[in-house]
């Protein structure tokens, strides 16, 4: 009986091999199975059930055609500055007060949710975890994801209503996102609102022959499949479901690395809506034409994004007849979407592009030995989510202040720009800002740091702290 069972289960095993090689022979990807029986049945299982969740004939159909497109640099020769409501409001066609007011209106009717992306892990920091755990405020040592959260938890507070978070993390953040935020009883957002799915993946594979590569024996070299992934993540999660049966009707969105990001920001929201735009974004005005951000443009009645390596220099020097950049509207990757624009692109499966990118990609090779290239050797597969601009109606761009709304956190201390150090001078810079205008004395060099729940604006810490009031130490007002 015993050997019966032997036998029955390597019957299994065999079949098992036998379909899987089936399929990998049709689209030339048989190498995946090279090291097969020399794995346990828990290492088959798992490579089987990476193998079953690709796509070939679509990543075949990617690397043959080597990401041809519409030539950007014919797209670029037609751009022209988007629709915007700039920061000198002179020429915009709804003031700031009647965008608060709308804004403020969607709110307490609870019309909106939050979308954070989150899966990005602090290597380029020296951190060994999701970025968003990295500990930013420059008194409280509030982590990234703290400091959103509690933004949010204020919001729903101002606003009386529940304000939904949907939070995005990748493979390799999930677990770890999940455990932190349980252990920190989710600060304070209620569970019922507190959402995290996975974005979804895509092979790498070697630059030169179009083979999937594995990163272990048992294990295909998979990425994320880039913040554009967040379309399908949500409705493969049942999140997208949820927001429909919420009545969310706009989705507020952001990414985690930036603790200035204004969540659910009114005015923002009021201009969207006074617009009817599908989608709008909010953008920095570039200060030098070559500046390394996307460019946000116009292209024959709809947005673009056309990032800085494709965007010829030539285009960018372009200036109006009052000296100004054509091309000025930098990403900052803050949007506002409509939710019935989302549910209309999840319905369809290439809604957004698959982009190709060159990368360094350790691999297994036929030997069973891991290789670690010096150069890029591989092609990773992405979407972004800016591909929806072109897709939406009546999009729009509203300019911020980068002082006061843009500080990524991206390079680790004694890099030149967008590190802990300059994160923290710039949250030091807005707060000191906000206490000065109440008429609180901030002494020079004294660093000061206002958790959102103690206050989102300068308006609200008016009814905190009184007029007079001096800071001589640094302080973290909570």
């Known amino acids: 009986m015993v050997g019966s069972q032997a036998e029955l289960g390597n019957q299994v095993i065999g079949a098992m091999k036998d379909e899987l090689l089936a399929s990998l022979e049709a689209c030339g990807q048989e190498h995946l199975l090279a090291f097969w029986d020399e794995l346990d049945q828990g290492r088959r299982d798992l490579l089987a059930t990476e193998i079953r969740g690709i796509d070939f004939a679509l990543v075949n159909r990617l690397y043959q055609a080597g990401g041809a497109s519409e030539d950007v640099c014919q797209l670029a020769g037609r751009a022209g500055p988007p629709p915007a409501f700039r920061l000198e409001t002179s020429g915009n066609r709804f003031t700031p007060e009647e965008a608060r007011h709308r804004g403020a209106e969607a709110l307490r009717a609870g019309h909106v949710g939050v979308i954070l992306v989150a899966g990005g892990q602090g290597t380029r920091l020296g951190f060994d975890h999701p970025k968003g755990m990295f500990p930013i405020g420059p008194v409280s040592d509030s982590c990234l994801f703290r400091i959103h959260i509690e933004k949010i938890v204020a919001g729903s507070k101002r606003y009386g209503v529940r304000v939904p978070l949907y939070l995005m993390t990748s493979p390799a953040t999930h677990v770890d996102t999940i455990e932190f935020l349980g252990e920190h009883d989710g600060f304070q957002l209620p569970q019922r609102d507190l959402h995290v799915f996975c974005q979804g993946t895509m092979p790498a594979v070697d630059a030169n022959t179009g083979k999937v590569l594995l990163s272990r024996p048992d294990r295909v070299a998979l990425s994320p499949d880039g913040h554009g992934g967040m379309l399908a993540a949500l409705a493969t999660s049942g999140c997208l479901a949820d927001i429909r049966n919420r009545g969310i009707r706009h989705l507020f969105y952001l990414q985690v690395d930036n ?67 054509e091309v000025w509207a930098g990403s900052i990757a803050v949007h506002v979407m409509e939710t019935a624009l989302l549910e209309r692109l999840a319905g369809q499966a ?124 640094p302080t973290y007002f909570c």
């Open 259 to 325: 603790p200035l990001v204004d969540i659910c920001s009114p005015e923002f929201l009021g201009y969207h809506l006074l617009s009817d735009s599908k989608l709008s974004t909010q953008v920095i005005g570039k200060r030098d034409p070559l500046e390394k951000v996307g460019n946000v443009v116009e292209i024959d009645g709809k947005l673009h994004v056309i990032e800085y390596s494709d965007l010829p220099d030539e285009v960018a020097r372009r200036r109006k007849p009052d000296g100004s950049l």
């Open 350 to 473: 290439d809604a957004l592009p698959l982009h190709i990118a060159r990368k360094i990609v350790p691999y297994v090779d036929p030997s069973g030995r891991t290789v670690q290239p010096e150069v890029p050797n591989a092609v990773k597969f992405e979407r972004f989510i800016f591909d929806m601009m072109p897709l939406a109606a009546n999009a729009i761009v509203m300019e911020v202040d980068p002082a006061r709304h843009f500080a990524p956190l991206k390079n680790a201390s004694g890099e030149k720009a967008d590190t802990p150090e300059t994160v923290k001078a710039q949250m030091v810079a807005e707060h000191t800002r906000w206490l000065r205008q109440v008429g609180t004395e901030v002494d020079k060099g004294v660093a000061v740091e206002i958790s959102p729940r103690f206050a989102l604006d300068a308006e609200q810490l008016a009814e905190k702290i009184q007029p007079g009031t001096r800071v001589t130490e």
